[in-house]
């Protein structure tokens, strides 16, 4: 990658000769700049190429930094893309990874090309699993119409059992314009990531990948002679969809037909990529497997197909936590919630996103370890205050104002002992048959308690207030 210097301003981003086959590019220049930037100069070089420049301004390192946009092409070819950032000569930071990240997220041109192509594509529907533990499933199926898809979400499966750490299956269902299953497949995979981030926020509950692989079982048996025996096995962890007539290890390479699978044929299919660790410019991208029958399934997948179950609705968004052994709440703001977050400014929309990722990811460390589980809270508060510009600790005192300032203030002092020191605040290492021979063990066991209480506080009552009774001045 070419690196160019201009007086002020530093380009760590050049892209050369973009494929821009069956694209309009003027549209797709278009397409580009109106994402972020609103004045916009245009020239032309000795070559004839036109070359548009865009100053603009956003947020990087928790601060506004005025960047410069730089386009180079013609009308049937994009020759350069740059993208950098003004800096002052006492300025000696250097932006390059912070500038790149913000480029692949917010201007990248080949996201545009797909956007643009995906215009006329026809929509197709495909599926995409989360796990969650609880002794019950969520009941019912939920239905939506988002800005970018339509998507339905329900239980699939064995149903409720009494041992609160009980996988349960949630098939979330996406109809997408695309150009073929394989890129329906990845878009929808993102657009669930979110989709649960924000119903993890919803719920109080966490969804989580599955992941294949191989565990110990202790089975129990009978002889001949009825008496039992305990025998120690060994399986590779997986689930059947009986909808869809898949066996599903992991949500991109791991499904399989069940008539496939039952043959021993395509148990793994899909794409690797390959980095040679003696040579850094080969990279492969190998197919590998029959994607063919998964692809079948889902050319006939319809959203009208999937099982429709009476949803179950709770008056209101539960605000004190959500313990294992529940049954789950569906409040009736739902849709009124996720038609908000589409409505959200595109500020708020990034960090509500951001902080609802760490929510989720909280609860999913936090099962065995409480010092992550409240230092990822607390990450989650902060990424949704930068929306408001206020710090961590006003933030909680705006939307929680009934949480103790020591309690915050501890909070956060978890989260930097353990994140800049590696100290656990919750006795993770230190290990007793008897915790409570500790006289701290119970006052800490209730302060781990409050803190997740004013988080969650402090997050529906952002909620109420941004999402659920935004103002609409359409």
Not at 29 to 43: D, G, I, Q, T
Not at 351 to 370: D, E, T
Request: aromatic letters at 12%; glycine letters at 4%.
């Amino acid at each position: 990658m070419n690196e160019a210097v201009a007086e002020g301003i530093h380009y760590p981003i050049v892209l050369n000769d973009i494929d821009c086959k069956g694209i309009d590019v003027i549209n797709l220049v278009k397409h580009v700049l109106y994402k972020k930037c609103e004045v916009f100069h245009a020239s032309k070089n000795d070559n004839g190429h036109v070359i548009v420049t865009a100053d603009f301004s956003d947020d990087m390192r928790n601060s506004q930094v005025r960047m410069n946009l730089v386009l180079e092409y013609d009308e049937k070819t994009v020759y350069e893309v740059k993208l950098g950032i003004y800096q002052c000569e006492d300025d000696l930071t250097d932006y390059t990874m912070d500038v790149k990240l913000y480029y692949y997220e917010n201007l990248d041109i080949y996201r545009s090309i797909q956007e643009i192509r995906s215009e006329n594509d026809k929509p197709k529907t495909v599926r995409i699993y989360k796990l969650m533990y609880n002794s019950y499933p969520i009941k019912g199926t939920y239905s939506f119409n988002l800005k970018n898809c339509n998507l339905i979400f329900h239980a699939i499966g064995h149903g409720e059992r009494s041992e609160p750490l009980t996988e349960q299956i949630v098939a979330f269902d996406v109809k997408i314009k695309a150009a073929n299953i394989q890129e329906a497949r990845a878009r929808a995979y993102n657009i669930v990531a979110d989709f649960a981030g924000y119903l993890s926020v919803l719920l109080d509950v966490s969804f989580y990948e599955p992941q294949s692989i191989y565990r110990n079982f202790a089975r129990l048996s009978f002889d001949a002679h009825c008496q039992r025996n305990i025998s120690h096995e060994r399986y590779r962890t997986s689930f059947v969809d009986g909808e869809l007539n898949l066996v599903i290890k992991n949500n991109m390479n791991g499904l399989t037909t069940l008539a496939d699978a039952k043959k021993g044929e395509n148990l793994d299919s899909g794409v690797i990529s390959i980095k040679f660790p003696d040579d850094s410019d080969v990279n492969l991208i190998q197919s590998y497997g029959n994607t063919k029958h998964i692809e079948e399934v889902f050319e006939k997948h319809r959203l009208e197909k999937v099982p429709k179950s009476q949803p179950e609705y709770a008056d209101e968004i539960m605000e004190d936590l959500f313990f294992f052994g529940q049954e789950i709440q569906i409040p009736k703001c739902i849709r009124a919630y996720f038609r908000g977050i589409d409505n959200l400014d595109d500020k708020k929309k990034k960090y509500f996103r951001n902080s609802s990722r760490l929510y989720n990811m909280s609860a999913i460390i936090g099962m065995n370890a409480s010092s992550f589980q409240i230092a990822l809270l607390v990450a989650s508060v902060e990424s949704l205050a930068k929306a408001e510009g206020l710090s961590y600790s006003a933030f909680v005192k705006e939307y929680c104002p009934s949480a103790k300032k020591s309690y915050v203030d501890d909070m956060y002092e978890i989260r930097s002992k353990l994140f800049h020191s590696g100290e656990f605040s919750f006795f993770e290492f230190d290990f007793s048959l008897n915790p409570y021979l500790n006289p701290i063990f119970e006052e800490f066991s209730d302060k781990y308690m409050e803190y997740r209480r004013i988080v969650r506080k402090t997050m529906i009552a952002w909620i109420v207030r941004n999402i659920l009774n935004q103002r609409d001045d359409s």
